[in-house]
């Protein structure tokens, strides 16, 4: 492993298991629903989203590390969350709190009116 893919604090993505016949991916203690991967003796990951979807081939550790964060948190979003891990909280897109950094005055709109009976 490279100096620049080597854990680096609480957000280094670990495979956990076996589950078998899996194993279960977590980011910061916090399991990513849904992801299993299989580490395999070259240290390539297979991936599998939702025991369905499948990468069409493994990929290297590395490669595992740098987009699998994102995909955490894309999946957490479309879900309705905040984000993955710690901070995920529910959205209630009813409360949705709106500010505005100086009011702009809004253009009047020019009217015309059309008489119908003249020709």
Known sequence: ???EHEPKGPFYPEIVGP?????RVTIGGYKVPYV???LLDDGRVDVTIDRRFGMPDP???EEF???IYI??????VAAGYSCHGEN???INP???GMSQIGSVPSPKPELTLIDGDKT
């Open 36 to 38: 299993n991967a299989r």
């Open 94 to 96: 009813f409360k949705i």
């Open 88 to 90: 995920c909280t529910p």
């Open 19 to 23: 589950f078998l016949p899996e194993f």
């Open 59 to 61: 990929v290297s550790r």
């Open 65 to 67: 590390n740098r987009w």
């Open 1 to 3: 492993m490279t100096a």
């Open 71 to 76: 995909l955490a948190n894309a999946m957490a």
